[in-house]
């Protein structure tokens, strides 16, 4: 069993930066397909980045790409969501997940094994 536990999430200004962090521990965590999803209020839970287990695969929502990095250090069991140019519309809470399976349409919610508790990011304008 693998637990997530994200970190990072706070009220920002829009233009502002911010790096999210999630740990794994309970598992293989270089093994695992890691992903970024975030929810916004009333909103469904939508995909953000998604890095494969060694890094060599990384994809990157429409919304995000040139200012979201994801990267990933195995030797620490962990997974960062580095966040540039934050806008208004990044607000929500964001969820790192984790699965097995390194093929397949990573960026659907259902296909992902395991999900941390989710960190809040707010960007005010």
């Known amino acids: 069993q693998v637990q997530l536990v994200e970190s990072g999430g706070r009220p920002v200004q829009a233009g502002n930066s911010l790096r999210l962090s999630c740990a794994a521990s309970?598992?293989?965590?270089?093994?695992?397909?890691m992903a970024w999803f975030r929810q916004a209020p009333g909103e469904e839970r939508d995909f953000v980045a998604v890095i494969s287990s060694r890094g060599a695969f990384i994809d990157y929502a429409d919304s995000v790409k040139g200012r979201f990095t994801v990267s990933r250090d195995n030797a620490k069991n962990s997974m960062y969501l580095q966040m540039d140019s934050l806008k208004p519309t990044d607000t929500a809470v964001y969820y790192c997940a984790a699965r097995s399976a390194q093929g397949g349409d990573w960026k659907n919610r259902i296909q992902y094994d395991y999900w941390g508790q989710g960190t809040q990011v707010t960007v005010s304008s």
């Open positions: 309970g598992g293989t965590f270089s093994t695992y397909l």
